[in-house]
């Protein structure tokens, strides 16, 4: 009985620790890739806000991004709210890749908007 206690404790205790994954599994972490687009969706939830962006690839090709961002509480504590990113406008993000090369996510590190020059990032003047 004892064993089953510690073992189901175990298990209680441990399923926090799994529900939430390494940005370092799915992102390349070490790299940086800078893409500018447009807004299409601004998605300002938990665990994580994302940003969907309509950027233009190497080769002149529309490709939509989605830059996986912060949770809510985070970003409040930043200023954030979810009427700061509004659909249309023109962002310039930087994040790192995604470790499979047909993915479109990014994690973003840095975001900046041209109109009237809002900024959240590290550094907020350099990339990370």
Known sequence: MRWALVLAGVVILG??????HSYAS?????DTIEVEG??????YRNPHSFVNITGQE???????????WASISRLER??????????GDTVRIWGAPPRDPNDTR???KRI?????GWKWG???SEPR
């Open 15 to 20: 399923a926090p620790v799994l529900g939430h």
């Open 26 to 30: 799915y992102y390349l972490e070490e």
């Open 38 to 43: 447009n807004v299409v969706e601004f998605q």
């Open 58 to 68: 190497a080769f002149g090709k529309m490709k939509t991004y989605t830059a996986e």
């Open 78 to 87: 930043e200023g954030i709210t979810k009427e700061t990113l509004r659909v």
């Open 106 to 108: 990014i994690h973003l």
């Open 112 to 116: 900046e908007r041209r109109s009237d």
């Open 122 to 124: 590290q550094n907020r």
